[in-house]
T-cell receptor
Framework: AQKVTQAQTEISVVEKEDVTLDCVYE???????LFWYKQPPSGELVFLIR??????QNEISGRYSWNFQKSTSSFNFTITASQVVDSAVYFC?????????????FGTGTRLTVIP | EPEVTQTPSHQVTQMGQEVILRCVPI?????FYWYRQILGQKVEFLVSFYNNEISEKSEIFDDQFSVERPDGSNFTLKIRSTKLEDSAMYFC????????????FGQGTRLTVV
C-alpha cells in the first residue's frame, strides 16, 4: 500500500535561514508521481512541483529546490533564505499511475513558521 | 488563468441535514476529485470521477456520500445525513487527460456540522 511520511510536524526558522522539509514515501508501483503542495493560512492548496519516478534530476525554482532520491525513497524540499510569506503547511503527496485515476495520497504535512 | 471554483466557501448545517457542495472544474478537464481535510489533519482522498462514473473511492466515501456531474460543468458532492465528524474542509480538484498532469485544487468549502 502507498504511504507518505512527513516526520517533521512543525519547524520554526528565523527569516533568511535555509530549511529542508523531509518526505519519505512507499509504493509498489514502478511508475508514480511525487508532489509538494503549500497550504497557507487562507486554506487553499497551492501546487509547487510534480516529479515522476523516472526523473531523479534535482530541480531548482528560485528559492525552492527539490532533492529526489529513489534509493532512499525520499523527496525533500528545501527553501533557501526563508521569508515570512513561506509560513504555511507543506504537504508531500504521491500519485500511483497503476490505478489510472491518479489519486493523490498526502502526508500529514509539516507546519513551517518563519519568524521575522 | 483557469481555476477550479467551489461554492459556498463556508457552510454551516445541522446534524442530520443534507448538504450539497458544488464545484466548477476547469473546462477541458476530464478527471474530477473530492478530497477532505479535517481541521489540523492531512488531506484525504474521497472519490474520483471520470467519464460520468466513479472510478475510485476511499473507505470514507460510504453510502452517505454521492457525487454527480449534473450538467457538464458542475461537479457536486452530496452528504445525505450529515454527522458531526463530517465537519471538515472539502476540496474539489480536476485534471486533464494523461497522468503527466497535476490536479488543480479549488479553494475549498469549509463544512461545519452543528
Amino acid at each position: 500500500a502507498q504511504k507518505v511520511t512527513q516526520a517533521q510536524t512543525e519547524i520554526s526558522v528565523v527569516e533568511k535561514e535555509d530549511v529542508t522539509l523531509d518526505c519519505v514515501y512507499e509504493t509498489r508501483d514502478t511508475t508514480y508521481y511525487l508532489f509538494w503542495y503549500k497550504q497557507p493560512p487562507s486554506g487553499e492548496l497551492v501546487f509547487l512541483i510534480r516529479r515522476n519516478s523516472f526523473d531523479e534530476q534535482n530541480e531548482i525554482s528560485g528559492r525552492y529546490s527539490w532533492n529526489f532520491q529513489k534509493s532512499t525513497s525520499s523527496f525533500n524540499f528545501t527553501i533557501t533564505a526563508s521569508q515570512v510569506v513561506d509560513s504555511a503547511v507543506y504537504f508531500c503527496a504521491l500519485s500511483e499511475v497503476q490505478t489510472g485515476a491518479n489519486n493523490l495520497f498526502f502526508g500529514t504535512g509539516t507546519r513551517l513558521t518563519v519568524i521575522p | 488563468e483557469p481555476e477550479v471554483t467551489q461554492t459556498p466557501s463556508h457552510q454551516v448545517t445541522q446534524m442530520g441535514q443534507e448538504v450539497i457542495l458544488r464545484c466548477v472544474p476547469i473546462s477541458n478537464h476530464l478527471y474530477f476529485y473530492w478530497y477532505r481535510q479535517i481541521l489540523g489533519q492531512k488531506v484525504e482522498f474521497l472519490v474520483s470521477f471520470y467519464n460520468n462514473e466513479i472510478s475510485e473511492k476511499s473507505e470514507i466515501f460510504d453510502d452517505q456520500f454521492s457525487v454527480e456531474r449534473p450538467d457538464g460543468s458542475n461537479f457536486t458532492l452530496k452528504i445525505r445525513s450529515t454527522k458531526l465528524e463530517d465537519s471538515a474542509m472539502y476540496f474539489c480538484a480536476s485534471r486533464t487527460q494523461g497522468s503527466l498532469y497535476e490536479a488543480f485544487f479549488g479553494q475549498g468549502t469549509r463544512l461545519t456540522v452543528v
